[in-house]
């Protein structure tokens, strides 16, 4: 296969056909140098086509939450006291620079997924 940008579905296919066939090439060989230059190209194609957007920061929370067995009060060293955990995960309270900075750091989360703007919800006056 010619080595050329990948501009459309059908580039994009034959570069994926291309990099199966080349799957199993030996370390070091002119194979295995295509492979890992069709793979950069597909991978380029890719984030360009099919961007992936971060998620939403309370989502994103949660989810650490749920797959790591955490509770609320695991996240009360990085965003305060139990009211303050419950105010941002209900989004009537939105994160903080500092609570992102916590986060990041004691959780070892990505600062850049938890500086997403999300939508708070609107609390009504009794």
């Known amino acids: 296969m010619?080595?050329?940008?990948?501009?459309n579905e059908a580039d994009y296919g034959n570069a994926l056909a291309e990099i199966e066939r080349l799957w199993d090439a030996p370390e070091?060989?002119?194979?295995?140098?295509?492979?890992?230059?069709?793979?950069?190209l597909v991978e380029t194609y890719e984030k360009?086509?099919?961007?992936?957007?971060?998620?939403?920061?309370?989502?994103?929370?949660?989810?650490?939450?749920?797959?790591?067995?955490l509770t609320?009060?695991?996240?009360q060293p990085y965003i305060g006291p139990r009211g303050r955990v419950a105010d941002i995960l209900n989004r009537t309270?939105?994160?903080t620079?500092?609570?992102?900075?916590?986060l990041?750091?004691?959780?070892?989360?990505?600062?850049?997924?938890?500086?997403?703007p999300y939508p708070l919800r609107e609390i009504t006056p009794i």
Do not use: C
Not at 56 to 61: C, E, N, S, T, Y
């Open 93 to 95: 309270r939105p994160l």
């Open 48 to 69: 360009v086509r099919f961007p992936i957007e971060a998620p939403d920061p309370v989502a994103f929370i949660e989810y650490i939450m749920d797959s790591r067995g």
């Open 28 to 40: 070091g060989s002119p194979e295995a140098d295509q492979l890992e230059i069709l793979t950069i």
């Open 72 to 75: 609320r009060r695991d996240l």
């Open 104 to 116: 990041a750091t004691g959780l070892n989360l990505p600062a850049e997924v938890l500086i997403q």
């Open 97 to 102: 620079m500092t609570m992102i900075r916590r």
């Open 2 to 7: 010619e080595l050329k940008p990948i501009r």
